[in-house]
């Protein structure tokens, strides 16, 4: 499980980080600590009898793909079983949805993974952070941080995410999916 961010305290609360967020997370939960491993960060993590490994590439979002292509040969991690959790513009601040492979829709990191591996078929966990007001500059306006008001929104968002990268890692990622992109649908139409 791969999160996408940029590394420097400059870019903790940013809407680009919202992968590193959402690990973070989840190894906060089980108190382990994110360990230097090549050019980013990773951790083993346990949950429900399955290992899988937490991992931050600390080459910047727009080179992460350098770091998923070190980790899978090093690791001998089959690509459709790489999860790669990133911020998504097109989904509100509060939503998220898995995806399995299909273009990057802009998303620069997920440019970089995909020219890294030379496929695009591998799991995605896309974490909404809103459009840009109309008129704004896309980069700007995802490594700007949250609003006040869109701190709540996006806690519980990663907390669900948190739940969905577990269920990732026991259940696989076609029955993530259809648990998670389910409970997405149900929400929307309340």
Not at 24 to 48: K, M, N
Not at 70 to 75: A, D, G, Q, V
Request: proline share 3%; with cysteine; net charge positive.
């Amino acid at each position: 499980m791969v999160g996408l961010g940029n590394p420097g305290s400059e870019y903790v609360s940013t809407r680009h980080n919202a992968g590193f967020m959402s690990l973070d997370i989840l190894a906060g939960a089980q108190d382990v600590r994110f360990r230097h491993f090549g050019q980013g960060e990773a951790v083993v993590w346990h949950v429900d009898g399955k290992r899988g490994v937490l991992a931050k590439p600390m080459t910047y979002v727009n080179n992460s793909g350098s770091y998923v292509k070190f980790l899978i040969t090093r690791l001998g991690i089959a690509v459709d079983k790489v999860l790669v959790v990133h911020d998504d513009i097109t989904l509100d601040i509060g939503q998220y949805k898995f995806k399995f492979g299909g273009g990057s829709a802009g998303h620069k990191g997920l440019i970089s993974i995909i020219e890294s591996l030379g496929t695009a078929e591998f799991y995605r966990l896309r974490i909404g952070i809103g459009r840009p007001p109309r008129g704004d500059s896309r980069v700007e306006w995802v490594l700007s941080a949250f609003a006040e008001e869109q701190l709540g929104p996006l806690s519980e968002a990663l907390q669900r995410c948190s739940t969905a990268v577990a269920d990732f890692a026991i259940q696989g990622g076609v029955a993530a999916m259809n648990i998670h992109n389910k409970r997405t649908k149900e929400r929307k139409l309340c």
